[in-house]
């Protein structure tokens, strides 16, 4: 019995950490679109698209070599 409550226990609390997680990468990540295209960045500041790859993976897949386009959007003075 003890068993069982420490497994329910230890769901929940992996649960509420990835949620928590996925939470935060989302507003971590900035993403907007310009031109009709869905750039990460800052807005007004840099824009940054994948150029290559397969259309099903991350925009940044980790291990991976891709190209990418960066656009700086900060106007100079």
Same mark, same amino acid.
Do not use: W
């Given at each position: @019995?003890? /068993?069982?409550?420490? $497994?329910?226990? !230890?769901?929940?609390?992996?649960?509420?950490? +990835?949620s928590?997680? #996925? /939470?935060? !990468? %989302? %507003?971590?990540?900035?993403?907007? #679109? @310009?031109?009709?295209?869905? $750039?990460?960045?800052e807005?007004? #500041?840099?824009?940054? /698209? #994948?150029?290559?790859? %397969?259309?099903? %993976?991350?925009?940044?897949? !980790?291990?991976?070599? /891709? *190209?990418? *386009?960066?656009?700086?959007? +900060?106007?100079? +003075?």
């Amino acid at each position: @019995m003890d /068993r069982f409550l420490l $497994l329910i226990v !230890a769901s929940l609390l992996s649960g509420c950490t +990835e949620s928590q997680t #996925k /939470r935060e !990468a %989302e %507003e971590q990540s900035s993403l907007f #679109k @310009m031109n009709g295209e869905l $750039l990460y960045g800052e807005k007004g #500041k840099f824009g940054i /698209r #994948k150029l290559n790859g %397969e259309n099903d %993976e991350p925009e940044f897949p !980790a291990g991976k070599g /891709r *190209h990418y *386009h960066i656009q700086f959007l +900060e106007q100079s +003075e």
